[in-house]
């Protein structure tokens, strides 16, 4: 495999390129920043080559394709999900392997996620809430941020964590479970959630690369307040489709999908004061309403 030297002030480095990768592989392309990405999918490394940015291919499960990573210097962008299963993040513990006194990144901007905090029964969390991680996914999050600090201390590499909530945006949406009337909460049973917007998490994961201090923790959202079922009935309204059906937790527990009950149990509010001041964000999308507004009515899915 062959593994672009990746050095310098103006290199990016992107490991994970998807969805956001690419967003954030654009914004810096406008300013004639040199962009490499890693991925092992010839899916992914396609869009690479399509985005003009310089593909490495490589398996985050595979420390040996990992070796001769050159990212010294490099403002680092770290995208890749832990893999599905057990209580850490293996493939951190592989890309971080990687890293020695010879080969230390400028900086290394995480996607964690808002699920580390657990379930806060609907309070409002700032960074300074304690992590209280109620499942696996969680907990493997938790584990990769762990790593992260503990290579900061040991070879003096800058870690900033962004912990995000819920991802929409263009090809973002719920719309297959709509359409397939896959039952909602009722509103009064709803946990509260938080969503930011894709190309808003973008520009925040550049601003974080530009403003965000070593060692730092920063909740990302809209900050727009709402509940899970709320989400699902605008985005049906957005789409022209019907809303879904209601049910109670007796019906939900019996239907609804394990994946879907785990988020279904936990209720937060985040606080995304810090991250609009200290990133100097203004957000596009403020809210869930002029989000939905720019983007087509067509061809929608995500994970739930
Ligand atoms: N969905 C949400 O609401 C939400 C909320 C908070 C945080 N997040 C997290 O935000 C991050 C960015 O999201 P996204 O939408 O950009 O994700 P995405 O589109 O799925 O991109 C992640 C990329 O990581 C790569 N990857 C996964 N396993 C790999 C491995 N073993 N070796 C090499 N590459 C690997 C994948 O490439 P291949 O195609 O080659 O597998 C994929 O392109 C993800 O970690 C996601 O879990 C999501």
Not at 270 to 294: A, Q, W
Request: glycine share 8%; proline share 6%; with cysteine.
């Amino acid at each position: 495999m062959e593994i672009p030297s990746n050095s310098g002030q103006n290199r990016i480095f992107i490991i994970g390129y998807g969805d956001i990768g690419s967003r954030v592989a654009r914004l810096y392309k406008e300013k004639n920043y040199i962009v490499a990405g890693l991925a092992r999918s010839p899916e992914s490394c396609q869009m690479m080559q399509d985005d003009d940015v310089e593909p490495v291919t490589a398996d985050l499960d595979n420390k040996d394709s990992l070796s001769g990573l050159s990212l010294a210097g490099a403002l680092v962008f770290y995208f890749a999900p832990p893999p599905p299963t057990g209580v850490t993040d293996p493939r951190m513990a592989n890309f971080l392997a990687s890293l020695d006194s010879n080969n230390i990144p400028r900086k290394i901007v995480y996607i964690s996620t808002s699920g580390v905090y657990g379930d806060q029964a609907g309070r409002r969390v700032t960074e300074k809430t304690p992590p209280n991680p109620g499942t696996d996914r969680a907990f493997r999050r938790l584990n990769a941020e762990d790593q992260l600090r503990e290579v900061r201390n040991r070879l003096r590499v800058q870690v900033v964590i962004l912990r995000v909530g819920g991802i929409y945006g263009p090809g973002r949406l719920p719309e297959q479970r709509i359409r397939n009337a896959i039952p909602v909460l009722h509103q009064e049973l709803a946990p509260k959630t938080n969503r930011i917007h894709a190309d808003d998490l973008a520009r925040i994961c550049v601003a974080a690369g530009k403003y965000g201090r070593d060692g730092e923790i920063y909740n990302v959202s809209d900050g727009c307040d709402s509940n899970m079922t709320e989400y699902f009935f605008q985005v049906a309204s957005h789409l022209g489709l019907d809303r879904p059906p209601t049910v109670g937790w007796e019906v939900a527990n019996r239907i609804l999908s394990k994946g879907m009950l785990s988020y279904l149990r936990e209720s937060r509010r985040m606080d995304n004061k810090k991250m609009l001041t200290d990133l100097h964000i203004t957000l596009k999308y403020p809210t869930l309403d002029s989000g939905l507004s720019g983007i087509s009515r067509t061809q929608h899915t995500n994970n739930y």
